[in-house]
């Protein structure tokens, strides 16, 4: 009977530190990733091997459907279901509707683009079943490292199937051993979007093209700006957010945040001087943040004449649907500067085993033309393929209820080829953004462009230590 | 003379099975409290960023302490730690004097057997009742309420009703900020205090209040001559918890923001910890510094709980110990130089 109890006691104590130790394991795994990854890798392609049998048969079904040649690399699904880590479902929920397969789900982490940034870090070190995950261009780099992603070549895609789409996708993908790390399928052109009833009233405008020359630089936007607070008496603001014109305006001049480890500050100073007058004009209010709740309601309040949009904000349930309504009373056009806003990229984590899926999804929606051109007509989302883009524009197949029939994509073409940003990308260039814009929203209106600038780069290198302040 | 059996009876020691049944909890706890801890302390000790797992001794202390370092940002950082510092503490007085003068005097009327205050036991549940609601909720609600432009309740009433030009940015100038963070703090905890309090009070043995009755005590006198110093054990309690909670206040200061980011006027050093800690991957993120500035809150915690204790220590108790000691002394003394002569 003793000898019952005490077994039980013993079993319920190994139970309880058992329970103990695998919980802890999370956490101290994530470090041997790392040095783990080669032999995993390996365990996996001699898995792989061992039923190569079962996967041909998969694959040739794969190959008709994408179109492409096959690669060399053998491709399994050990667990059925593809699941790809994302902030929302904006683009993943048109994009998994349209792909068909009920194996593809997604999960979330964070709630914008920016927590994403931080909140990745412990989603995708936790150990869940996670395949896939979707970076953004402002921190893609602190997730494309050996620590969260495989190379895409795990899947058999390389460089030569990105021929066709734009350059910039592949070039900031790639990290410095020449891999290429994720696979866009979307290109991040901007454009200026604005209400064409506010537009025809206050200032007369008709026609996208004379708003196109009323805002052709930033002197005319500034310009415009002025009539239409003479117009209304301040009460419509000419854009929401001051984060939506540094969008426009650093992203065109392809100035780099950090050189060398000290911060560049020329192009913020510039920028902030250009707020200082739009603020004391009241052109602009100063408290939104891009992503605030006003920030949302702005537009179809009624009370700014545009936003700073990129091709992403044009997709159906997206920015231009919730921010301005679903009237078509918006069009849009280049604006001041050719710009980028954004963009995600899809990763391979280093957790997938849905091989075999993962690279039929990337394929579909970013390699394959026809599939691509099929989903770029009906998300409304601007594709990485230069050759669907130009079908499209040249059928004029396209037409955006939403901005009252336009074709976004004929105004962004052009934009979307002039794309660069694979030498001015680093790893602090999220973290900085936040630093300058949360200090421009704070100070603005208060202080001089001189403090504004110093309070940034006390807030920006105390929290890198990594970067030093410009000498003065 | 015992028996074998009986010899063998007594050998056998029931400890280890008490030891085996309470083992789980300390297995759990070192993994859970310890560990984390113990780690904590070697992070303090390892770089950020770039330089992320290298020892750097204790670059990190003089960093935050001294404004010195390796990151070319020091002095900043020091400025930053020490704003947050300074907010902390800020933020902690403005919510726990009026939490303790609001729950004292609630506690006292609630205790109080001459009031024969009606609904007692309704006004507990709503005093309390903010207590159970997540900090979460609390910030989004005075969010909404208080948010910086017309479009929100508070502002849209003054400019709507009673003719305010321009709305008041509650959340982005310090000084309203701060003083709502106290307000909701003080809503949120003035509750639970009040309970603590009403069961010192309670705890107080009656006959007490009916003899300073009998002898013509008003009210303040009661409370300030009888309540108060037998309600010091229970105050102690209160003040050290508060201070504690107080230093480490972070989800309101977190979450009443506008935007993405979190005010930096109401930055606390829990939430600085935090923006440190939670940057995206260790080779942006500062463990670090994280970890340093926790052992310093921990260092400072340590003292001012001591601090507290021994300004709140039982001085009668003291005095009546050292007079027992000097007695004793006197009488041993005496008893050596040969008794004591009555």
């Known amino acids: 009977m003793s000898k019952l109890t005490r077994t039980l006691a013993l079993l319920a104590v190994l139970a309880m530190s058992a329970t103990a130790f695998t ?144 350059q910039y996708t592949v070039d900031v993908a790639t990290n410095e051993n020449g891999d290429l790390m994720g696979c866009s399928w979307q290109a991040a052109a901007g454009g200026w979007a604005y209400n064409t009833d506010i537009a025809k009233e206050q200032l007369g405008i008709e026609t996208p093209e004379d708003m196109q020359a009323a805002v052709a630089d930033w002197d005319k936007f500034e310009e415009t700006a002025g ?98 309504g679903t009237e078509g009373n918006w069009n849009i056009v280049v604006g001041p500067q050719e710009y980028f806003w954004g963009g995600s990229w899809l990763c391979v984590a280093k957790t997938i085993n849905t091989k075999a899926t993962a690279a039929d999804f990337i394929r579909y929606f970013t390699v394959n033309k026809d599939t691509m051109k099929e989903y770029a007509l009906s998300s409304g989302d601007f594709v990485n393929n230069k050759v669907a883009m130009a079908e499209i524009v040249e059928e004029k197949s396209n037409s955006n209820p939403l901005l009252g029939g336009q074709d976004q994509f004929a105004v962004l073409t052009e934009v979307a080829d002039g794309i660069n940003m694979s030498d001015s990308i680093s790893k602090y260039d999220q973290s900085l953004k936040d630093s300058f814009l949360n200090t421009l929203k704070d100070e603005i209106e208060s202080k001089d462009v001189d403090t504004v600038i110093a309070d940034f780069v006390a807030d920006a290198t105390s929290k890198n230590t990594d970067l030093s302040a410009p000498e003065a | 003379m015992a028996s074998a059996a009986q010899r063998r009876i007594k050998s056998i020691s029931y400890a280890k099975y008490g030891y085996m049944f309470i083992a789980p909890f300390f297995l759990v706890y070192a993994f859970f409290q310890i560990w984390p801890l113990i780690y904590t302390f070697i992070l ?186 037998l309600l010091q054990p229970i105050m102690v309690y209160t003040l050290v918890t508060s201070m504690i909670g107080g230093l480490q206040m972070f989800d309101i200061p977190y979450l009443l923001r506008t935007g993405a980011q979190y005010s930096k006027n109401l930055e606390t050093v829990a939430v600085f910890v935090y923006a440190n800690f939670n940057n995206g991957p260790a080779n942006v993120s500062n463990y670090g510094l994280a970890g340093a500035a926790s052992m310093i809150i921990f260092v400072i915690t340590a003292i001012l709980g001591s601090i507290t204790f021994y300004m709140n220590r039982d001085k009668d108790e003291i005095a009546k110990k050292k007079q027992r000691k000097r007695a004793e002394k006197q009488y041993k003394a005496k008893m050596k130089q040969g008794g004591l002569t009555l």
């Open chain 2, 44 to 229: 303090s000790f390892k770089g950020n960023q770039s330089n992320c797992g290298a020892w750097v001794g204790l670059d990190n202390y003089t960093t935050i302490v001294l404004g010195q370092g390796l990151a070319p940002g020091a002095a900043n950082i020091k400025a930053e730690f020490l704003q947050a510092l300074g907010q902390t503490f800020i933020l902690w007085f403005g919510n726990f004097v009026p939490q303790i003068l609001l729950s004292l005097l609630l506690a006292v009327w609630f205790t109080d057997a001459k009031l024969k205050l009606p609904g007692k036991g309704f006004f507990k549940v709503v005093m309390y009742m903010p207590n159970i609601i997540t900090a979460a909720s609390v910030a989004a609600l005075y969010v909404n309420l208080f948010g910086d432009s017309e479009r929100y309740f508070v502002n849209s009433l003054l400019m709507h009703n009673f003719g305010m030009e321009d709305p008041i940015k509650f959340l982005s100038t310090p000084w309203p900020a701060r003083i709502l963070v106290m307000f909701i703090q003080t809503w949120l905890w003035f509750g639970n205090t009040m309970i603590m309090l009403m069961s010192g009070i309670m705890g107080i043995n009656p006959s007490l209040f009916e003899a300073a009755d009998i002898d013509g005590a008003n009210s303040s006198q009661i409370f300030f001559r009888v309540t108060l110093p």
């Open chain 1, 227 to 324: 009539k239409l607070k003479d117009a209304t008496g301040g009460d419509v603001y000419m854009t929401c957010s001051l984060g939506g014109m540094w969008q426009c305006y650093s992203t065109a001049i392809d100035s780099a945040w950090v050189e060398d480890g000290v911060i560049n500050t020329a192009t913020a100073r510039d920028f902030a001087e250009m707020a200082k007058k739009y603020v004391d004009n009241g052109y602009v209010n100063p408290a939104i943040a891009q992503w605030d709740g006003d920030w949302f309601n702005y537009g179809v309040d009624g009370k700014c004449l545009g936003y700073f949009f990129s091709t992403w904000c044009l997709t159906q349930g997206a920015q231009l649907e919730g921010n301005c």
């Open chain 1, 23 to 166: 919980a802890c394991n999370g956490g101290s795994e994530s470090s041997n990733d790392s040095s783990s990854a080669t032999e995993s890798s390996a365990d996996e392609s001699s898995a792989d091997e061992s039923s190569a049998d079962e996967s041909s048969a998969d694959e040739s079904s794969d190959e008709e459907s994408s179109g492409e040649e096959t690669p060399s690399v053998d491709l399994t699904d050990d667990d059925p279901t593809l699941t790809i880590v994302c902030w929302n479902n904006n683009d993943l929920g048109p994009m998994m509707d349209m792909y068909g397969n009920e194996n593809v789900k997604w999960e979330q982490s964070g709630t914008d683009g920016t927590s994403a940034s931080t909140e990745y870090a412990t989603f995708l070190g936790s150990g869940k079943d996670i395949d896939l995950f979707v970076a953004e261009a402002g921190w893609i780099l602190n997730y494309i490292t050996d620590e969260y992603a495989l190379p895409v070549s795990e899947l058999g895609l390389t460089k030569d199937d990105y021929k066709d789409a734009y």
